[in-house]
């Protein structure tokens, strides 16, 4: 399995509809979405670093740690929109399906969902081994946030808003070892955060 960060469940819904592509930006990412940073969650504080508008419903923002790169991060936040009334937990389930799929060949993946007030999270493990399957070459931790959401023109949208930790190589054991013990930390500090105001511009 070959990681593919931009590959989220609401990118999956859409292939259900059409092509997406990426469409990488410029040097400075434009701001689609009113939300240019930083995002100040848990111990992290995100830049912008990446922005894509592949259909006209949909749109993603991608935010780093000063100092990393999308290539090989160990923490960066996912901020997608989809346009229209699609139901946070009908797009949450579309992962799920994907990760039970993943799971019958890597038992390593696993997952957690939470409900509350209309809202989904979702908290997944990940998994990539070296080529010849002895060791883990990328741990990959996400909590994806699912909500509905009307943005400040009044057009009905759902919002995920998504944090992921990587570790590569040597460090996955630390890694998964740390996770197990602070596990909850991010997540409360996700399902805490207020979510931005949107403003969806072409």
Known sequence: MKFNHRLTSIAIAMLLTGN?????????????????????IGRGSYQLA????????????????PGENLQQFKHLVALEILTGNNSPKDIAAAKMAELNKLKATNPMVNYQVFEKNGEVLLDFLLTENTPDGKQVNIAERNIYRYTSITDKNGKPALLLLGVSERAYHKDVPTFLKQLKEHRMDLLNALAAYKLPAITISE
């Open 20 to 40: 997406v592509f990426a469409q990488q930006s410029p040097s400075a990412p434009k701001d689609r979405l009113g939300v240019s940073g930083p995002l100040q």
């Open 50 to 65: 990446w922005t894509s508008h592949p259909s006209n419903n949909y749109y993603k923002q991608e935010y780093l740690i």
